[in-house]
């Protein structure tokens, strides 16, 4: 039976990487995201390459009842494979960041998240089948200063997911968080309204492979999955040091990345 991948954030980056992997596995897809115009040119491509159906739907998952918006439209449809990615950063001081931003951030990164994970959830335990692919951040192993609600975001998506992963473990239904470092992906143009200085380029990973990463471990079922050598060093940090050193230690990065040279 043809199966259906669900992803969003799909029209660039790790979305759109994760979104190839699963077309060359024959899925039929259902792709989301803000850029329609970017989904439908999409949508054409994939189509011409790829022997799937495609079903696109362009809105703001950041919205408020976004989640129960979408899942309306796809209610009819057996999804096998939900895969969460949508999301952006914001960069700079709590005290001086824009707080509409800011909510639209936390809306996106956790409510619509748990939301739709829960919608879509229902039907995979009915069936006793699923698989849910939650795309987080190695921010999530510590807090952030300069992105505070950033890494709290991410850090309540791998507790999130780690926890239902638990709840479902004597079910065929499988939960996996992806938590990879910085990715050369459009994140890095949309991270702040001054992301020309704020761009990261150490520990940069190409997004093919940390896709690859991410899909190969959620067909395993694996619950967390840290691409890279480095990254599963420093998501391990936290154990060995105090949280106040690498809170400072996190803070430094941040201040030195910000003085870089961009990446183009």
Known sequence: MQQTAVVTGAASGLGYELMILLAKDNYDLVL???????????QTEIQNSYNCKIEIIGTDLSKHNSAETVFETINNIK?????????????GSFTDTNWK????????????ITHLTKLVLHGMVKRNCGKILNVSSLAAFQPG?????????KSYLLSFSEAIANELKDTAVTVTVLCPGPTKTCFQEVVSST???????????CPKEVAAYGFK??????????????????????????????????????????EETPIT
């Not at 989301?32 to 999409?42: A, H, M, N, Q, S």
């Not at 931003?101 to 619509?112: G, P, R």
């Not at 200063?145 to 975001?153: D, V």
């Not at 480095?230 to 201040?255: D, G, H, M």
Request: hydrophobic residues 45%; contains cysteine.
């Open 32 to 42: 989301i995201d803000i850029d329609e115009v970017k989904l439908k040119t999409i």
């Open 217 to 258: 471990a959620m067909i395993k079922g694996k619950v967390v999955a840290v691409p890279g050598f480095f990254n599963k060093l420093l998501a391990n940090l936290p154990r060995v040091l105090s949280r106040n050193r690498t809170t400072s230690i996190v803070r430094k990065i941040q201040e030195k990345n910000r």
């Open 79 to 91: 999804i096998d494979v939900l895969v969460n990615c949508a999301g952006f950063g914001i960069y």
């Open 195 to 205: 992301s020309s200085n704020n761009k990261i380029s150490f520990n940069m990973a």
């Open 145 to 153: 200063p300069m992105m505070a609600l950033y890494y709290a975001s």
């Open 101 to 112: 931003e800011e909510l639209a951030m936390l809306n996106l990164h956790i409510i619509t």
